[in-house]
């Protein structure tokens, strides 16, 4: 990342999770409000653990902001652990006189073996305290910062279930996004939620986890953002990136996703409308097959990323392994845990989108205030259409 950037830290246990977001222009209003609504959808969906009725997450701006103005230095963001009550000796600071039981048995699919090994940890709490997904709370706080600042360019950002066990919604491209946060597992499908939510159920009675697939829309991105210019630079890459950074995240697909290998070329591929059926902005398609990128850069259609999550591995009917110390066969570890996470995981992945855009737009629109942005967004709009039409309106 290169405008907008972030850094996280803390553990699952420990006292709780810091964020310093850097390169958010001066004078964009924010407050911990418009960060708490997606902190409150990550904690949702069903299927989650008894975690998520401990915790009432709630990000407190530190710094960058005055008297509801960002000031163009670094924002930090603190948010508490309400659970570290239970763990202010396993996850103390300084060291303490009590034998601490280690962790020793090794989760499958987990960082609990690499992690170990590459550190040289004995304990591999060491390990699954910082891989855990909780350190996901702090990236949605910063995708709230990142999804402000692009609301004032009018940029909306939504996502819902596309399947859950392999139970597949069938909503099609009209989405009431309202039922969507209603649902139990945010799908846009009432009759795919109910056996969803079934196959949930199931999971559960057998102490065992399940996954799916999320959808990610954007809309109102303007068209130049990206490059095809270097690897690096490409946006559908870095959106890649971003969401295979997310725990259990194991696929990308954009637009038609993995779904177009099955399909010809001419029925991918986005035919470009002539000027007299462009409607309210210049340059569109007739379809969206490639998800609002083509080439590392927005076309200016909808962005649409579609993400496969595994199984989370923490299983309450525990897979069979090794123990660390011994190398002998054991049961795996467990520690209390979900049953599915998809529905939050859409949420998480809003929030990485949102980071990604947002650094590409400042990339593209930079500036030291939202007002010197604004202008330099506004300059870029007025510039797009036909070649001959703008030089025109230039003449002028």
């Avoid at 924002?75 to 009550?85: K, S």
């Avoid at 270097?230 to 637009?255: E, M, P, T």
């Avoid at 290998?261 to 379809?287: C, F, K, N, Y």
Wanted: hydrophobic content about 40%; overall charge negative.
């Amino acid at each position: 990342m290169g405008q907008f950037r972030f850094l996280t830290s803390g553990e699952s246990h420990g006292k709780g999770l810091n964020a310093i977001v850097e390169g958010l222009p001066a004078g964009l209003p924010l407050s911990e409000d418009d960060i708490a609504a997606d902190l409150a959808r990550r904690q949702g969906g069903y299927g989650r653990g008894g975690r998520m009725k401990i915790e009432k997450d709630r990000a407190e701006i530190v710094s960058g902001v005055r008297h509801g103005l960002t000031l163009g230095s670094p924002v930090a963001l603190w948010i508490q652990n309400r659970d570290w009550v239970n763990w202010t000796e396993k996850m103390a600071v300084e060291p303490v006189d009590a034998e601490i039981e280690r962790v020793t048995r090794l989760r499958p699919g987990h960082a609990d073996l690499p992690g170990a090994q590459k550190y040289r940890f004995a304990d591999v709490r060491n390990v699954l305290e910082r891989a855990s997904a909780r350190e996901t709370t702090a990236r949605v706080a910063v995708g709230g910062i990142a999804k402000r600042w692009l609301a004032e360019f009018g940029v909306e950002f939504n996502s819902h279930t596309l399947s859950i066990a392999g139970k597949r919604s069938q909503a099609g491209a009209e989405i009431d996004w309202d039922a969507v946060e209603a649902d139990p597992v945010r799908s846009a499908d009432s009759d795919a939620s109910a056996e969803m939510i079934k196959a949930i159920d199931a999971a559960k009675q057998d102490g065992d986890t399940v996954g799916g697939e999320v959808e990610v829309r954007v809309r109102g991105m303007p068209l130049g953002l990206g490059s095809y210019v270097h690897w690096d630079r490409k946006l559908d890459g870095r959106i890649a990136q971003a969401i295979c950074s997310i725990n259990a995240f194991k696929g990308v697909g954009f637009g038609a996703g993995f779904d177009a290998t099955a399909m010809r070329g001419s029925e991918v591929h986005d035919v470009i409308l002539p000027e007299d059926r462009w409607g309210d902005r210049p340059w569109q398609h007739a379809s969206n097959g490639h998800g609002g990128i083509e080439g590392g850069i927005t076309t200016g259609e909808d962005i649409i990323v579609r993400a496969a999550v595994k199984p989370i591995p923490t299983l309450a009917h525990p897979l069979p392994s090794v123990d660390l110390d011994t190398g002998e066969e054991v049961v795996a570890h467990y520690e209390r845990s979900d049953v599915c996470v998809v529905p939050a995981a859409g949420v998480v992945a809003e929030a990485m989108v949102a980071i990604v855009l947002a650094d590409a737009w400042l990339e593209k629109f930079a500036g030291d205030t939202l007002e010197e942005s604004r202008d330099n967004y506004e300059r870029h709009v007025q510039s797009l259409g036909p070649r001959n039409r703008v030089s025109t309106k230039r003449n002028d």
